[in-house]
């Protein structure tokens, strides 16, 4: 009871004194705990309330602290612009529902700790997309670790030294990777000079982020997040106030919760490997563009969840150099109908003619046609710059493209044949513009093209080896036409 009593007092004081009276707060957060789990998390809620109350007072936001879950409802989360899980997770359908639906409409999630933890996929398959990864195992006792700032620039860790101690912890591990996953950022990490850490329960060696957010959403997670000593480290409390503010300042007018997406992308994207850094970089590109033309977006790694169903929440399929194998028998023949029968359209980059027999799996004929009777036949390792032409101006996929333009260090694929009496070339490489020469070429040697014999608008753009393609205007000027034009939306001016 006292600790109940406390807790609740704590809260109290938390929403009334957050910001001072009459003043419109800068945004609202709501952090929901729990009294009945393992003692060092509710200690650490203990220690979060008063420390997140303090900082509203000094930044001019609203902070309610409640161990009331069943307030995780859309009436009660709509007034919120930042929600925390301090110390447990919604436990139910209802509540993960509300939360899934708020985030999914703009709203923004600051996670610590045991937030991340889940006994499986199945438990709920939506909030282990949302994390990027699932829990895999912890190191133990509690101990201090050296951290690492990956992205300095981030404001969530911006002035926050580029290493220090963070103190006494459980730490986590996970599988995947989330540095794997694409649109996953990672802030913050780890270092090596702590393997093996823990006695009983030991982490040996590996990368382990700590921190890290799905740029998909305004969500950020942290592992910090066990015991009473969390908030001893000034460094560390620093980040938990940039991160919060960040979280906070993006919220914008309540109202943007409530705008319906002008229409749904989902992007089948290849995970790690050589092409990770173009996948982030695409990534990156794509959320700013689905924001500024108010467009939703949605990623996979793999072809699991693709059938009919899923495929008809999609206006338009973005093959983000996922190769055309490895796909799932219900998956394939739920693609063929979706491009057959035009329910949406699609962009295939880079990777999506690696058409042969790769990886113990079988050339996927129907996939050949789809991009001209072709199969691939070899690539430029050490890379080329070429000069590639625009052959048809007039299709809204090349409007404002500049012609010719330069593509720099790409492996420039060569394929069986030529797909042109297959297909509609939109743009083709010189190969006498190679730099350095190379024997590799094929001769006539398109590049972009669609396939006309298909109901759906379709695109595809060899281009999509190297993440500084984002820094080409005629590529990005390319992509973003074919986005607009595949799903059968007109730009914004």
Known sequence: MPCRCSLGFLA????????????????????FYSTHVEQDHVDFALQAIPFFEAMAKRDGFEFKATSDWNEMNPAALKQYQVVLWLDD??????????????MEHGGGWFGFHIAGWMDGRQTWPWFADFLGTLFYGNSWPPLPATLTVDDPQHPA?????????SPANEWYSWDPDPRQTPGVKVLMTLAPSNYPIGFKDTLESADIPVTWTNTKYRMLYTNMGHGNKIFAN??????????????GRQS???????????????ALAEAGGIHKPFVDAATEWLNALAKQDDFALDYIQNTDKIDDAFLSHYQLFIQLNYPPYNWTPTAQAAFVRYIEEGRGGWIGFHHATLLGEFDGFKMWPWFSDFMGGIRFTGYIPGFADGVVTVEDPSHPAMKGVATPFLVQKEEW????????ANVH????????????????KMGDHPVIWSNERYQARNIYIFMGHHPELFQ????????????????????NP
């Open 252 to 266: 914008g007018a309540a109202s943007a919760q409530e705008r319906a997406p002008r229409f749904r992308v989902v």
């Open 413 to 420: 694929y060569t394929w069986s044949e030529s797909p042109r």
């Open 425 to 440: 070339v939109l743009a083709s490489v010189n190969e006498n513009t190679y730099s350095p020469d190379t024997k590799t």
């Open 89 to 102: 997770a919604p436990s139910t359908a209802a509540q993960r529902t509300a939360f899934q639906e708020y």
């Open 472 to 491: 080409n205007p005629a590529f990005t000027t390319v992509f973003k036409n074919s986005i607009f034009w595949a799903a059968h939306q007109v730009q």
């Open 157 to 165: 860790v911006k002035g926050v030294p580029a290493s220090f101690i």
């Open 12 to 31: 109290l004081l938390a929403l009334l004194g957050s910001t001072g009276f009459g003043q419109k707060p800068a945004f609202r957060a709501i952090a």
């Open 234 to 247: 000034p460094q560390q409390n620093l980040f938990f106030e940039s991160a919060l503010l960040w979280l």
